[in-house]
Every structure is written in structure tokens, then in C-alpha cells.
């Protein structure tokens, strides 16, 4: 038979593993809950074009709405020209997508409380209008980010999408179309007032490989986006910016 002390270290051994095993898992707990959760990224708008222009940022249905100002509009409203106007925003928790525009010759009212209202715009009202598309927190792991320059509706703007802040050896190309269509549109494509209606896709196409003209199309630059830390959509960006942009020549 076992004698006490012989219990009594059994019980004894007992208990410190029961107690390493609680530490054991305690500090996987830890190590668990130390994990960095994927930070949402910022939305970065930048004009450089030599105008200023009044941004439009939409989320899609169902998505809460970028954080803005009081009226409704980016931070700062309006953007300068020659790259002065800049604003930072800040994607809301979770999963976001949405669309930013980028109007241009803006009515401007005032209200009772000396705010800025955006009237009519000369273009980004309506087509012809460039889209950029832009979706961050997507994938299983909420750090996935997909972004495109749709010129569906049309060109009014030259826009391009660059990611910053991500991971070495993620493929997050700027994509978009650094050049002006609307200087070349063909004479049956112009706007009224102004850009180049959809009805010159495949053109857009062969000058901007890096956008997308139809409810199919792709880039030519593939994309594979993990945890940007920022989403730059800049307007009339430098004519070398976009890697796969075709000379006009």
C-alpha cells in the first residue's frame, strides 16, 4: 500500500501539472489575442491636375459611409490644384467598398452656416465619368484590398490607385490611367461639357491597359493585395505613374 507521504506527493504532482497546463494555456491565449488584427487602411486623395477638383467618395449599398465632414464631403471639400489639395480619411471598421469620383468645374453655394455647397459640376455629375473602385477588409484573415479605374461611364479625369504600406513581395500595382483622353477624344465620343463618353472604350483601352472599359475587363497588371496601409487615389497623376500605360503615339 502506498504510504501518506507517497499520496500526498501524488496529489501535489497533481496539482502543478494541472497548474502548468492552466499557465500553458494562458499563455497561448495571450499569444493568441497579441495577434495584430488587420488595421483598415486610409483613403488618400490627391489633385494634381491644374484645377481643383470636389471629390464625391460613395459607398456602396450597404457599407457605412467613409467619416466626412459636415456637409457630407472628403475632408476639405475641396481639393486645390498642382498638388496642394490633399486629404486623408479613414476607411470605418470592417469590410469597405465604394467609389471615388473626382468632379470638376463646381457651382459653389453657401448656407446659413458659411458651408460650402457643391452645385452643378461641369464633369463627374454624370457620364462621361472616371471611376475609381476601391474594397479593403475582404478575405477570410479582413486584410484583403482590391481597386480598379473603371472608365465604363466614361472619362472626365485621369486617375490612378496606388496601395503604400504593404507587405514585401504583395503584387499591389498602381493601376488607373495617367493620361488625359478627353485632350484626343474622337470627335463622335466628346461630352457636352466636357470628357469622353464610353462610346471610345476599346480606344480608352489600347492608350490605358491598366483600367477596365467594360462590365468583363480586367487590367493588363494583375493584382494580389494583402494590408495596405494606404489607398491613394490621386487625379492627374504624372504620365510615367502607371507601368502598363500605352504611349498615345
Given at each position: 500500500m502506498s504510504s501518506p507521504l507517497s499520496k500526498k506527493k501524488t496529489k501535489v504532482a497533481a496539482v502543478e501539472a494541472l497548474m502548468m497546463m492552466a499557465f500553458l494555456l494562458a499563455l497561448a491565449s495571450a499569444a493568441a489575442s497579441s495577434q495584430p488584427m488587420p488595421t483598415p487602411a486610409n483613403l488618400t486623395l490627391h489633385?494634381?491636375?491644374?484645377?481643383?477638383?470636389?471629390?464625391?467618395?460613395?459607398?456602396?449599398?450597404?457599407?457605412?459611409?467613409?467619416?466626412?465632414?459636415?456637409?457630407?464631403?472628403?475632408?476639405?471639400?475641396?481639393?486645390?490644384?498642382?498638388?496642394?489639395?490633399?486629404?486623408?480619411?479613414?476607411?470605418?471598421?470592417?469590410?469597405?467598398?465604394?467609389?471615388?469620383?473626382?468632379?470638376?468645374?463646381?457651382?459653389?453655394?453657401?448656407?446659413?452656416?458659411?458651408?460650402?455647397?457643391v452645385g452643378r459640376c461641369a464633369t463627374g455629375d454624370a457620364p462621361p465619368v472616371t471611376v475609381a473602385q476601391v474594397s479593403v477588409g475582404g478575405g477570410p484573415e479582413g486584410d484583403r484590398a482590391s481597386y480598379s479605374v473603371s472608365l465604363v461611364d466614361g472619362f472626365n479625369v485621369a486617375v490612378v490607385v496606388t496601395p503604400h504600406g504593404f507587405p514585401e513581395g504583395r503584387r499591389c500595382p498602381t493601376l488607373g490611367c495617367a493620361v488625359d483622353l478627353a485632350a484626343d477624344c474622337p470627335v463622335g465620343a466628346r461630352g457636352p461639357r466636357g470628357g469622353c463618353s464610353s462610346q471610345a472604350a476599346a480606344w480608352f483601352k489600347a492608350r490605358c491597359p491598366d483600367t477596365r472599359t467594360n462590365a468583363t475587363d480586367v487590367e493588363a497588371t494583375p493584382q494580389d493585395c494583402v494590408a495596405p496601409g494606404e489607398i491613394k487615389v490621386v487625379f492627374c497623376p504624372k504620365p510615367d505613374s502607371v507601368a502598363g500605360h500605352a504611349s498615345l503615339a
Open positions: 489633385n494634381l491636375c491644374p484645377f481643383p477638383v470636389w471629390p464625391l467618395v460613395t459607398a456602396n449599398a450597404g457599407v457605412p459611409s467613409v467619416p466626412t465632414d459636415a456637409n457630407g464631403d472628403p475632408a476639405g471639400q475641396r481639393l486645390d490644384g498642382n498638388g496642394s489639395g490633399l486629404a486623408t480619411l479613414s476607411f470605418p471598421p470592417g469590410a469597405w467598398s465604394g467609389r471615388v469620383v473626382a468632379r470638376t468645374g463646381c457651382a459653389i453655394d453657401g448656407d446659413d452656416a458659411g458651408y460650402e455647397i
